[in-house]
Antibody
């Protein structure tokens, strides 16, 4: 079955960087864009960006430009999201989500379990 | 960016109630509108796509409607497992954006 398994929780100090991984299984990794979404404690969902696993092409939300880097390793079907210059308001659960197409419309039909990143001095 | 506004932000209901949640887009997004359910501590789960199509495996008490800028999610005969937070999402243009969420809790 399709699965996205993310790396574990991280605690980082302000100014540090964090790299979260998302390992895909049960489907062709290159065939679907991978998106990253975050959720601060008690808050809503915020789109961070996406990567095309086939080409490596990326698009980031303007808010994160210059601080976020998305990469992938197709040999192990894994996508990565690195966020640098961490601040306390980056404390959130970070999700990877697979984009599929249903009736010509994009949907996030599979999500990772989430990775909690805590930024604290 | 397309702004998505959900209302209400929270509501209290009882099992068996009919619940309606609305989502408004800041511009015409046709039917590029999805609904997700999120339970505490879990990832969101797709309920409705293309504004009104039911995702496979989702109970038929869930339904969606709307097009353009105004959309509705309806839950007929609310069940205990439906107490959760619901989000709309537009996939018309990047950045993909979500509504602020509607928390449905027990009256």
């Amino acid at each position: 079955q399709v699965q996205l398994v993310q790396s574990g929780a991280e605690v980082k100090k302000p100014g540090a960087s964090v790299k979260v991984s998302c390992k895909a299984s049960g489907y062709s990794f290159r065939g679907n864009y991978m998106h990253w979404v975050r959720q601060a404690p008690g808050q809503g969902l915020e789109w961070v960006g996406r990567i095309n696993p086939h080409s490596g092409g990326i698009n980031y939300a303007q808010k994160f430009q210059g601080r976020v880097t998305m990469t992938r390793d197709t040999s192990i079907s894994t996508a990565y999201m690195e966020l640098s210059s961490l601040r306390s308001d980056d404390t959130a659960v970070y999700y990877c989500a697979r984009l599929s197409t249903l009736e010509g419309r994009g949907v996030f039909d599979q999500w990772g379990q989430g990775s909690l990143v805590t930024v604290s001095s | 960016d397309v702004q998505m506004t959900q209302s209400p932000s929270s509501l209290s209901a009882s099992e068996g109630d009919r619940v309606t949640i609305t989502c408004r887009a800041s511009q015409n997004i046709s039917n590029y509108l999805n609904w997700y359910q999120q339970k505490s501590g879990k990832a969101p789960n797709l309920l409705i796509y293309a504004a009104s199509s039911l995702q496979s495996g989702v109970p038929s008490r869930f339904s969606g409607s709307g097009s353009g800028t105004d959309f509705t999610l309806t839950i007929n005969s609310l069940q205990s497992e439906d107490f959760a937070t619901y989000y709309c999402q537009q996939t018309y243009s990047a950045p993909l954006t979500f509504g602020g969420g509607t928390k449905v809790d027990v009256k």
